[in-house]
Each structure stands twice: as C-alpha cells, then as structure tokens.
C-alpha cells in the first residue's frame, strides 16, 4: 500500500463518535467509493460523485435485504474472527475477503434472513447449504465455514478472478457463465465495489494501530486511519 494512499477505516467506536458529531439534522450517511476502490462515509455528497448507497441511522437496504439489518450494527464485528481465521487458512480464502463477504452479506448478524430466504453471516440459501453440508445456517461457525468453501469453489472456477467470483456469489454462477462476465445487475456491480472496498478497509486494520482520525474538509465529516494533509 502506497504512502500516499488514504485507506478510510470505520470501526464501531469511531462511527458511534461519528454519528454524535457530524451528522446533519436528516441523519443521513452517503458512502461512495473513490477512484482508488476505498469506500468512504460521509455526512453529505462530494461533487459529483454518486453515492453507492444512503444510509440512515435505522439501518439501510442493501443488495439483498435482510430482515432487520443495520450497516451500523449492534452486532461485534470482531466476535467471529477465529472461525473466520480458521476457514482462510483450511479453504486458503482471504480473512479481508471473508470478512468483507460477511459485512456486506449479513452486518454480522447472525440470525439475518432476506427475503429470498438466504440466511445467516454469509446468507446461504437453503439449496447452497444444503449442497455444502451445512446444517444451521444460522450457527456462526458452519455459516463461515460453508460460505468460505462456496468462495473458494467460486474463485477456483473463475481462475482467481475477484470480480467474477464475487459476482457469482452475488447473482449466482450460472449468471456469470451466461453472460461471460459481470451481469449487468446494477446490484451486483455494487456488490463488487462494496466488497472490494471493504477488504481494503479490514486489509488495513492489521498495519493501522487501531488509530482513528476524523478529518473536516470542505464542511464534510470522514474518518480516516491516517492523517490527511
């Protein structure tokens, strides 16, 4: 990672700080992701940058709604990390790609369920689970384990391709094969960002201390885990 490059990190602490003093009367959120593929939060739009996606404070509608899901959770992101851990190293998957999947997936709930029926962190449908063995969807460790190995039977088939992986994972494979490519799913581009966007964030917690910044530019609020010029 380049010197130069300004990797915006939300932890929960900061977020919580975030929501008590930077934002406007509407409590809306805006996150968009930069040129660089980092994902960034802010209390109000940036020129003529399209935000991915509108936050509110009483949670947000993803790619794939789950019932009662909030981009700022109240579940501890941390509190899986071991299993996580334990699925990178027996399926040799990323941790920040299996993360960044069950943030995007679930917001660390556990119990989340979408409309289709997908359920658990990494929201497995009935007829994946089934295929991978997994009993509960909603037991953390064979959710993580299951989705893990769907990752990497997605990125073996697509010969490490991230982008075509992930879009499998969003849209199904058969979308992919059908297309030979990213579908043109408006959801499944953002999907992509969202994930990619995300790795970067937990690829960097290692190397960050823990360290927040909350920077005011231009009248608008980021937290960052760097200092900006």
């Known amino acids: 990672m380049?010197?130069?490059?300004?990797?915006?990190?939300?932890?929960?602490?900061?977020?919580?700080?975030?929501?008590?003093?930077?934002?406007?009367?509407?409590?809306?959120?805006?996150?968009?992701?930069?040129?660089?593929?980092?994902?960034?939060?802010?209390n109000r739009q940036k020129g003529k940058i399209?935000?991915?996606?509108?936050?509110?404070?009483?949670?947000?509608?993803?790619?794939?709604?789950?019932q009662s899901r909030r981009y700022i959770s109240s579940y501890d992101k941390n509190r899986y990390d071991q299993y996580i851990s334990d699925a990178s190293r027996q399926?040799?998957?990323?941790?920040?790609?299996?993360?960044?999947v069950i943030h995007a997936e679930s917001a660390f709930n556990p119990r989340a369920?979408?409309?289709?029926?997908?359920?658990g962190l990494m929201q497995l449908m009935p007829g994946t689970a089934s295929y991978l063995g997994v009993k509960n969807s909603f037991d953390p460790q064979e959710n993580i384990f299951g989705g893990t190995r769907y990752l990497r039977e997605m990125l073996d088939r697509y010969d490490h391709d991230l982008r075509l992986s992930l879009a499998a994972y969003n849209a199904g494979p058969e979308a992919v094969d059908r297309t030979?490519?990213?579908?043109?799913?408006?959801?499944?581009?953002?999907?992509?960002?969202?994930?990619?966007?995300?790795?970067?964030?937990?690829?960097?917690?290692?190397s960050s201390g823990g360290r927040i910044y909350r920077v005011v530019k231009n009248g608008r609020v980021l937290l960052t885990n760097r200092p900006l010029p």
């Open 50 to 66: 399209v935000p991915l996606k509108r936050y509110s404070p009483g949670g947000y509608q993803a790619h794939n709604p789950v």
């Open 2 to 42: 380049s010197s130069g490059r300004v990797i915006s990190l939300f932890l929960l602490l900061a977020i919580i700080l975030f929501y008590q003093h930077a934002w406007t009367a509407s409590g809306e959120i805006y996150s968009y992701v930069d040129q660089n593929g980092v994902v960034h939060l802010a």
């Open 91 to 100: 399926y040799n998957v990323g941790f920040e790609l299996i993360k960044a």
């Open 180 to 206: 030979r490519g990213v579908p043109p799913y408006e959801e499944t581009h953002n999907y992509i960002r969202q994930v990619s966007g995300l790795m970067r964030i937990y690829g960097s917690v290692a």
């Open 113 to 119: 369920v979408s409309h289709k029926g997908a359920r």
